[in-house]
């Protein structure tokens, strides 16, 4: 796939985007509004902003060059690109300039650079009454640490989800940053829903996520069950404390994750491994109790794996219409055939790389309006004279710009 000329096409075809985000909890939400139609506009530093080069592809290159990082790529697709310094008057006159002509604007920014880089809500109504502010922060606004940075990780082991991954004696965040695409996707939610009701009252508001608000949503009923049941449970690697057998074990050549829940998949589990008269038994007489008694069971089925390949392994519990799938490689999940035949993964050109990039199409899919990927993401500045044409700047005063290094 390479870049394509022509309208946005899709739902929000008309809906102008701002993104001023960075990493991933902004520049997501964006992607997804832009697959969805929307025009994004990526503003970033003169010098490319610190998330353009993350995991580099060609390390040591420039911007075109093969340089951008493998989150820029899948972050930034649908996206045009302007270069801006805001925090310069002109830069600001500008900000406004564009907001002027925008419905959303996306910033992943704390209370305080919001408000310096004229973003914050106050600023931004002067410029657009009905604009729509999608914020996402790491703890939110208005508690003690509204001000503090924070990852992905950060919010992982606020919650108990590194605590309670890995063992004991070592707590473990997952490598997939699921706080940062969980807020993505909320805050591309609730600004899909700032929209429907603009539409409705003509009035703009303001979105805010924040990583730590995921986190707690996505951990919530472990911290339910602490709360009304002090548990206090730690740690024990791939088995769930909750039924079982449930857990990663090894076969002949790799591992797979069998997950075991209620009763009628044990009754089929039990029935395949021959330990039918554990049906009976009551240790495992409930999800619980089976959880609570899980490596007896984790032990069984690592037994039974350990005499089979993971292919003749995952056979037996497909027929036995049990849960359970390979752990893979990266490389694996490339390969996979179920992957490649369902054309999740987009390959698109991109200057300077060795190959195209497998873009991670919008992950659903609607009927009659589905999400799209149109363009790869930009190169450093790609599209700052165009954009700045269309506010009605002059050939002269966007190059007067460059020399006073605003853009």
């Known amino acids: 796939m390479t870049e394509q000329s022509g309208a946005p096409q899709g739902i929000l075809a008309g809906v102008r985007v701002l993104d001023f985000g960075r990493y991933i909890a902004g520049p997501y939400c964006a992607a997804l509004l832009g697959d969805m139609g929307a025009d994004v506009i990526r503003i970033e530093k003169r010098?490319?902003?610190?998330?353009?080069?993350?995991?580099?592809?060609?390390?040591?290159?420039?911007?075109?060059?093969?340089?951008?990082?493998?989150?820029?790529?899948?972050?930034?697709r649908n996206k045009r690109g302007l270069t801006l310094d805001p925090m310069t008057e002109t830069g600001r006159k500008i900000v406004r300039r564009l907001v002027a002509t925008a419905d959303v604007v996306v910033a992943n920014l704390p209370p305080s650079t919001l408000k310096a880089m004229g973003l914050d809500y106050e600023s931004l109504v002067e410029a657009k009454p009905d604009i729509i502010l999608t914020t996402v922060s790491a703890f939110g606004h208005g508690g003690p640490y509204s001000e503090r940075t924070g990852f992905d990780g950060v919010a992982q082991s606020m919650v108990g989800a590194a605590y309670l991954t890995g063992h004991p004696e070592e707590p473990v965040k997952s490598y997939a940053p699921w706080v940062d695409f969980g807020t993505a996707s909320l805050?591309?939610?609730?600004?899909?829903?700032?929209?429907?009701?603009?539409?409705?009252?003509?009035?703009?508001?303001?979105?805010?996520?924040?990583?730590?608000s995921t986190a707690l949503a996505y951990f919530n009923f472990h911290l339910i069950e602490q709360q009304l049941r002090h548990t206090n449970r730690v740690a024990i690697g791939n088995r769930s404390p909750y039924a079982g057998p449930a857990d990663i074990v090894r076969t002949k050549d790799g591992w797979i994750l069998v997950q075991v829940i209620g009763m009628p998949l044990f009754k089929r589990w039990a029935r395949l491994m021959g330990e039918d008269h554990w049906l009976t038994d009551p240790r495992f007489k409930d999800d619980l109790s089976r959880g609570d008694h899980g490596e007896i069971l984790s032990e069984r089925t690592a037994r039974w794996a350990a005499e089979r390949t993971s292919e003749e392994a995952l056979a037996e519990l497909e027929k036995a219409r049990i849960p359970a799938g390979p752990v893979y490689s990266p490389q694996q999940a490339l390969d996979d055939p179920h992957i490649k035949a369902m054309n999740y993964l987009k390959p698109v050109d991109f200057p300077g790389l060795p190959g195209p990039a497998?873009?991670?199409?919008?992950?659903?899919?609607?009927?009659?309006?589905?999400?799209?990927?149109?363009?790869?993401?930009?190169?450093?500045?790609?599209?700052?004279?165009?954009?700045?044409?269309?506010?009605?700047?002059?050939?002269?005063?966007?190059?007067?710009f460059r020399d006073e290094g605003i853009i």
């Open 187 to 212: 805050s591309a939610f609730g600004t899909m829903a700032a929209l429907m009701e603009r539409a409705r009252s003509g009035k703009g508001q303001v979105v805010e996520g924040s990583l730590l």
């Open 47 to 76: 010098e490319g902003s610190e998330d353009r080069f993350v995991q580099p592809i060609v390390p040591g290159a420039g911007s075109g060059e093969g340089g951008e990082g493998a989150m820029f790529l899948q972050m930034n």
């Open 358 to 400: 497998p873009i991670m199409e919008t992950p659903l899919r609607l009927s009659q309006s589905p999400g799209t990927l149109r363009t790869r993401a930009p190169v450093l500045g790609e599209h700052t004279e165009s954009i700045l044409g269309e506010l009605g700047y002059s050939a002269a005063e966007i190059s007067a």
